[in-house]
C-alpha cells in the first residue's frame, strides 16, 4: 500500500496527497464538520463542499509556482482559494476515492447480491 501519491497539476507544480487509507479520525471529523458548517443548499452543493474537504485534509505537501511557500490546505482556507481552477480540479480528483473511507455507503437488502457487499444474502 502506498502511502502519498504525488500528482502533477495543470501549472507544472506538484501535489503529494495520501492514500485514502491513510485518513485518520481527525480527518474524517475535520471533513464531517466543515461539511456540516456549509449549509449546503442542496445535496450537489454538499457534494462538492465534501470532495474539496477530502481533499484538502489529503494534501501533505505542495509545490506551486505561483503561490511559492504556501500553507498546506487543510489549515489555511487562502491557500486552497488561491489555487487556479485547473489545479483545485486536478486535486478534487484525485482525492475522490476518499469519499467512501469518510462517508461509507449504507448497506441495504438490496444490494446482498452484489459481490463485496457489506449485506450478507439471506438464506431462501
Same mark, same amino acid.
Given at each position: 500500500? *502506498? !502511502?502519498c501519491? +504525488?500528482?502533477m497539476?495543470p *501549472?507544472?507544480?506538484t /501535489? +503529494? $496527497? =495520501?492514500?485514502p !487509507?491513510m485518513l =485518520?479520525?481527525?480527518?474524517?471529523?475535520? &471533513?464531517?464538520?466543515?461539511a456540516? %458548517?456549509?449549509q449546503? #443548499?442542496?445535496?450537489? #452543493? $454538499?457534494?462538492?463542499?465534501v !470532495? !474539496? #474537504?477530502? %481533499?484538502? &485534509? $489529503? &494534501?501533505?505537501a505542495?509545490?506551486?509556482?505561483? =503561490?511559492?511557500?504556501?500553507? $498546506?490546505?487543510?489549515?489555511?482556507q487562502?491557500?486552497?482559494?488561491?489555487l487556479?481552477? %485547473?489545479?483545485q480540479?486536478?486535486? &478534487?480528483?484525485? /482525492?475522490?476515492? %476518499?469519499?467512501?473511507?469518510i462517508?461509507p455507503?449504507?448497506? +441495504?437488502?438490496?444490494?446482498?447480491?452484489?459481490?463485496?457487499?457489506?449485506? /450478507?444474502? +439471506?438464506?431462501?
Amino acid at each position: 500500500m *502506498s !502511502e502519498c501519491q +504525488t500528482i502533477m497539476l495543470p *501549472s507544472g507544480g506538484t /501535489a +503529494t $496527497l =495520501r492514500a485514502p !487509507e491513510m485518513l =485518520r479520525g481527525r480527518d474524517k471529523s475535520i &471533513v464531517r464538520r466543515r461539511a456540516a %458548517a456549509a449549509q449546503a #443548499e442542496n445535496a450537489q #452543493e $454538499l457534494g462538492v463542499v465534501v !470532495e !474539496e #474537504e477530502i %481533499a484538502r &485534509v $489529503l &494534501v501533505q505537501a505542495w509545490d506551486l509556482p505561483y =503561490r511559492p511557500g504556501a500553507g $498546506l490546505p487543510v489549515d489555511d482556507q487562502d491557500a486552497w482559494d488561491a489555487l487556479t481552477i %485547473a489545479d483545485q480540479d486536478a486535486i &478534487v480528483a484525485a /482525492a475522490r476515492p %476518499a469519499i467512501p473511507i469518510i462517508f461509507p455507503p449504507q448497506a +441495504t437488502p438490496d444490494d446482498a447480491d452484489i459481490p463485496g457487499s457489506p449485506t /450478507a444474502p +439471506t438464506s431462501g
